[in-house]
């Protein structure tokens, strides 16, 4: 490809419509830059179940090999057995997917050896420079392919360790895969536990034929929802493309802010590790550094995206760490996020409770929140800049965005990098609080 667009080199990883923004040969100099920035006799490399990926893997490990360095082959695994393994394995790795994107996309994220992240600041603008520039040197001898075979069961074997087998109860629950790699992933790990499971969408199939990827949104999880309420589950979970990431639905059918998992999991962390530390980012309930509070743990805000929160974890030691977007990150997971890992320590502790899980959230339902609202403006500045001088004693930080809180009430506004948009995450004590504080808030941003 002559003229690459640079729109495909984001923050964290690198994604894009293939073939027409990425296509093998940009693949393949994917592959080769990250051999030889990774400076490593050996790489990690697997790919998710995308209609392109057995060309992009292909010329993935092309590239790698190309530039003198072997690959293991880890076949279709999820991000998060990526991660996994370059803990494991102490390698760096790569894994080839588009995440929760349509499924005309593809990409790849990076790590280095031992799961450390890899970004904008860290990696990323290196190897960028290197697809950009496409000047190689010679090797004299080409890289070897060997395939690992058993990263499934290593992997669920990990994720058991995060459990206790003889706690766990039988639970009726649905899992939406979504056609992505949860439908591989989840049978590996979740055979030999005593679940009920009702499958949804288990078959890979990267054109996504029953609905988009991302359980973020509420119109993916309509399906998981219905059958929740239909056979009366114990509790749904939807995974998105690359299933590193989880999300949530009781047994009434309503969905759980990743607010309430936040705080649910840190609760069992700090009662394994007491004392431990527990980071989030900036639009989590205040329900999380609460909790870590009253169970004597210590709580850290972190910057958003995951290169950031790995940072501050092994900075801090911090046993967890959640954030609004459905990613939760353990210490002994090579401070990695696991959607998977994350699934089993609830169905611990709501088989633990003996409650409902609607019961069991009751504890974190304290504040009424917004759901995040985006506000298309003109100039994004101006607002942040009026609202930072009108409530300026209120400031309590000033990366992603601001926020601003008032003791019973907080709001955040954060700029789009992409778009000419606000969003706004708003909690207030009572529902009509929160209302009340909505309607002045949307009025200065829209005035």
Not at 25 to 43: L, Q, W
Not at 47 to 65: C, H, L, N, Q, W
Not at 66 to 93: C, K, M, R, W
């Amino acid at each position: 490809m002559e003229n690459i667009q640079t729109s495909i080199f984001k923050a964290y990883d690198f994604r894009g419509i293939y073939p027409t923004e990425i296509d093998a040969d940009v693949m393949e100099r994917m592959g080769r830059a990250f051999a030889i920035f990774a400076n490593s006799p050996k790489i990690l490399v697997g790919y998710d179940m995308r209609v392109s990926a057995p060309e992009t893997s292909v010329a993935f490990i092309k590239g790698v090999t190309s530039a003198g360095v072997n690959v293991v082959d880890l076949g279709q695994i999820s991000t998060d057995t990526i991660y996994f393994a370059s803990g494991h394995y102490e390698l760096p790795g790569a894994v080839i997917t588009a995440s929760h994107n349509p499924k005309e996309y593809t990409g790849v994220k990076f790590c280095k050896s031992g799961a450390e992240p890899i970004g904008a600041e860290t990696g990323l603008e290196d190897i960028k420079e290197m697809v950009l520039k496409n000047e190689w040197k010679e090797v004299e001898n080409m890289g070897e392919v060997e395939k690992n075979e058993n990263i499934l069961a290593e992997f669920s074997e990990h994720c058991h360790k995060f459990i206790d087998r003889e706690k766990i109860k039988p639970l009726n629950i649905v899992i939406d895969a979504g056609n992505g790699m949860g439908g591989k992933i989840v049978p590996a790990v979740f055979d030999s536990l005593p679940f009920e499971i009702t499958p949804l969408y288990f078959e890979l199939d990267g054109n996504f034929p029953n609905h988009s990827p991302n359980p973020i949104k509420l119109e993916n999880n309509l399906d998981l929802i219905a059958k929740v309420k239909e056979i009366g589950a114990d509790l749904g979970i939807a995974f998105d493309g690359d299933a590193d990431r989880a999300f949530f639905v009781d047994q009434n059918g309503a969905m759980i802010d990743s607010s309430f998992v936040t705080a649910m999991v840190a609760k069992k962390m700090l009662e394994k590790n007491p004392g431990s530390t527990i980071i989030y980012n900036v639009v989590v309930s205040k329900i999380v550094p609460e909790i870590v509070k009253q169970m004597g743990g210590k709580s850290l805000m972190s910057k958003v995206g995951h290169s950031y929160i790995k940072r501050d974890m092994k900075e801090t030691g911090a046993v967890f760490a959640g954030e609004h977007s459905g990613h939760y990150y353990f210490k002994e997971n090579f401070r990695a996020d696991s959607g998977i890992i994350t699934t089993l320590v609830v169905l611990q502790m709501l088989g633990e409770s003996g409650k409902k899980m609607s019961e069991l959230l009751q504890e974190f339902m304290v504040y009424s929140k917004i759901e995040e609202t985006n506000f298309e403006v003109e100039d994004k500045d101006i607002i942040i800049n009026k609202l930072k001088e009108k409530f300026a004693d209120k400031i309590t930080q000033d990366f992603d965005g601001v926020t601003f809180d008032f003791g019973d009430w907080w709001f955040n506004v954060r700029p789009s990098n992409t778009e000419p948009v606000l969003r706004l995450n708003l909690e207030a004590k009572t529902k009509e609080m929160m209302e009340e504080k909505l309607g002045e808030i949307k009025e200065l941003i829209t005035n």
